[in-house]
């Protein structure tokens, strides 16, 4: 009888740890799915957030073949909601004098850091040129620093540069004026 006791004090000991570690892997599982909860809230605010800007966004391939496309930078370059990007190129999207130069000068200098230049945007449906700013970047393998495609973010600067020219036009006008006077 003692030598009962024993193993059921023995097994009332083994089952309190047990239960003590399968109560320290339930809050460890509960935290984990916390976390994914909030990270996949996060991602998702991070996707509203690259949908509905009034920039284009974009990631291609490091061949230059189209990845990803937001709304804005589908309306701006004409091509609709339901084509398939895949097979789209940068080339496509630039205008023909500026093909060989991103080719030879602007995609090889992005290992060196982000570019930030005006560069046209063409239209694929009806071929007009729109001014944008673009800032062209590597995204990299945040472990291994590798790059992994070419992000684009563009901002259309037509009316910026509208203003601009206006602003040039009354400048020369007020010149003009100036030196009539005198």
Known sequence: EAEIRALNTELDQRVKLRTEELGDTIKRLQQEILERRLSEQERRKFAALVENSTELIGIFSLEGQMRYL???????SGISDDLAIGNISIAEL????W???????????LHQGPLEIEVPLRNRSDGRLIDMLQTVFLLQDPHTSQAQCIAVVARDIRERKR???SLAQA???AESAARAKD
């Open 94 to 97: 630039l205008p023909e004098e």
């Open 99 to 109: 093909r060989l130069r991103a080719n030879q000068d602007l995609l090889p200098r």
């Open 171 to 173: 400048k020369d006008v």
């Open 163 to 165: 203003q601009e020219q």
């Open 70 to 76: 937001n709304p804005t930078g589908r309306k701006l």
